[in-house]
């Protein structure tokens, strides 16, 4: 069965430092993976995806992630992190069933030190 | 820019009652989605909505939960029986195709409390 594995639950980093969330998935073929963030009170925001091609992919706000197929990793970074980075933060992969279903990960929570 | 929305926020109903989510998903989308997560939980795949049809649902999905389209514009979720453990924050999504990855768009969430 497919599955998303994000391994750490809470990261707290300073403010300028670089960022990394790692994110492994389970899954046979070529997956069709995402970042999401969600900030307190709000719904989740895409941040990047990657299909095909470039396995690093640029997203929204600074983060980009790499797909590593080798590793069945997709880790999310950023390399200065801002105060307001501070969400939590979701990876998910796509259904094999191809009817948009999701599959996420825990998520983790990011703290931004001053 | 375009947004999916959902009522109420937070919704707190007894145990046994029914309850009706509410989405207003971006407008030209087609494929309609809800999720849930439980406090400290993961987000989990309720179910798809496409041409007025499930397309896929879970096994949380089960016959205490129904999906509707009624005006085209609308799309909710109703329990019919609220239990304990339907307690979660239900996010509604929609996105213009669906499969091959085309980005859902996230609604804030309606918090669901049963007592």
């Known amino acids: 069965a497919q599955s998303v594995t994000q391994p750490d639950i809470h990261i707290t980093v300073s403010e300028g430092a670089s960022l990394e969330l790692r994110c492994n998935y389970s899954y046979g073929a070529t997956p069709y993976l995402f970042w999401y963030v969600q900030s307190p009170g709000q719904g989740l925001q895409l941040l990047l995806k990657?299909?095909?091609?470039?396995?690093l992919v640029q997203g929204i706000k600074g983060f980009e992630a790499e797909f590593k197929r080798s590793q069945s990793s997709f880790n999310l970074r950023k390399p200065s992190v801002h105060w307001s980075d501070a969400a939590e933060y979701f990876c998910?992969?796509?259904?094999?069933?191809?009817?948009?279903?999701?599959?996420f990960g825990q998520g983790t929570t990011l703290q931004v030190k001053p | 820019e375009p947004e999916v929305t959902q009522t109420p926020s937070h919704q707190v109903t007894q145990m046994g009652q029914e309850v009706i989510l509410r989405c207003v998903p971006i407008?030209?989308?087609?494929?309609f989605y809800w999720y849930r997560q439980i406090l400290g939980q993961k987000v989990e795949f309720l179910v798809s909505?496409?041409?007025?049809?499930?397309?896929?649902k879970s096994e949380i999905f089960d016959d205490q939960f129904s999906v509707e389209r009624p005006d085209g514009s609308n799309f909710t979720l109703k329990i019919r029986s609220t239990k304990l453990e339907d307690s979660a924050m239900y996010f509604c999504a929609s996105s213009i195709a669906g499969g091959r990855g085309d980005t859902q768009y996230f609604g804030p969430g309606t918090r669901l409390t049963v007592l």
């Open positions: 909505f496409y041409n007025n049809e499930i397309s896929e």
């Open positions: 998910a992969v796509l259904g094999s069933s191809n009817t948009g279903k999701l599959i």
């Open positions: 407008s030209n989308h087609l494929y």
């Open positions: 990657y299909f095909s091609g470039d396995t």
